[in-house]
């Protein structure tokens, strides 16, 4: 199964699918009035998130993760490519459409510290698209919003403190709950733990499980640490270059990991185990640059399994059994 094909096998419990999509960013220079470049950050990427599950999506700073869940969310306007959810493209519906379907949608940002309005209480913080969109009845508005809290570790006296009050982990939980109160289907959840200390993390990555347990949200959750991932995904991509090389579910990848790439991430996951000795695989060289990949697998330049037809051909995202796609030339392409 090719990658134009790997969202085609949807079903009624697919919440999102996301097909071919792109978004490359012009630079300055430009050549007799047309765009003479582009960074390509997002380049092609196909898949699809099943209700009530969690799709972890990992790679290196700078290969596309983000900019895939701001270009869902359309914060980014999406190049080309669809983005299918409850059965609209939001990727071409009219901006009037797009904000009736926002509460649906919904996104956890990185930095509790910046994405928290300074000038406003947290009851009002949570509350204030609640009274946009109607949520509930305005005089069922201030239970509500305290239910909210409470579901999310923030005790009643909270609703009139201000965010620099709190602790960050406190701040990420006041940005989990301004998420959830507008009762989505589904939330982005954008590297939410990287600014947390490691013992905040568990406390935050419990919540998130015990919230999706309670309302069933399906969740595409960006990280780069792939123990975490681990412990919340039932699905994962592994990007690179603003590609998808590998997509498999948890089981699968940390079992059997068929790129190459996959295997240098998942050698350096840390082992709690002294006696476990892991077989780190180190990459040469560094990144290529977005604006001009490398020809064929934009990998190759790296891959310690590299071949001659890497070079001459770019190797498709293909099913390679049981939901295990796959973009390697390692592997039968035809």
Do not use: W
């Not at 199964?1 to 079903?11: E, G, L, P, Y």
């Not at 630079?27 to 898949?47: P, T």
């Not at 009219?94 to 904000?99: A, C, F, N, P, T």
């Not at 780190?280 to 490398?294: F, T």
């Amino acid at each position: 199964m090719d990658k134009n094909n790997i969202a085609k096998n949807q079903d009624a419990n697919t919440i999102l699918t996301v097909k071919n999509l792109k978004k490359y960013y012009p630079l300055s220079n430009i050549e007799f009035g047309r765009q003479k470049k582009f960074v390509k950050a997002v380049d092609d990427v196909s898949f699809a998130i099943q209700k009530g599950t969690t799709m972890g999506l990992v790679g290196e700073s700078g290969c596309g993760k983000t900019t895939v869940g701001r270009t869902i969310l359309r914060l980014h306007e999406v190049t080309s490519g669809q983005v299918i959810f409850d059965g609209k493209d939001l990727a071409k519906i009219s901006s009037r459409q797009l904000r009736l379907l926002r509460p649906q949608i919904q996104m956890i940002f990185q930095d509790p510290y910046s994405s928290l309005s300074p000038r406003l209480p947290v009851g009002e913080i949570i509350g204030e698209a609640v009274k946009e969109h109607k949520i509930v009845p305005k005089s069922e508005y201030r239970s509500y919003i305290h239910k909210v809290m409470s579901d999310c570790g923030l005790q009643s006296h909270h609703y009139y403190r201000y965010p620099h009050e709190f602790s960050g982990g406190q701040r990420q939980r006041i940005s989990i709950a301004r998420a959830v109160a507008l009762q989505p289907k589904f939330i982005i959840c954008d590297e939410p733990l990287s600014a947390l200390d490691v013992s905040i993390q568990a406390q935050i990555i419990n919540l998130m499980k015990d919230l999706q347990d309670q309302y069933g949200y399906t969740y595409l959750f960006i990280s780069h640490d792939l123990s975490v991932v681990e412990y919340i995904s039932d699905t994962i991509g592994v990007m690179y270059l603003g590609k998808l090389v590998e997509v498999a579910s948890k089981k699968q990848l940390f079992e059997n990991p068929m790129h190459p790439y996959s295997e240098a991430l998942l050698s350096a996951v840390p082992v709690a185990n002294p006696d476990i000795k892991m077989n780190r695989i180190i990459l040469k060289g560094d990144i290529p640059s977005p604006v001009n990949p490398p020809s064929g697998c934009s990998f190759r330049t790296r891959c310690p399994k590299v071949m001659p037809v890497c070079a001459e051909k770019e190797p498709l995202l293909k099913d390679y059994g049981e939901g295990h796609c796959l973009a390697c030339h390692l592997y039968a392409q035809d």
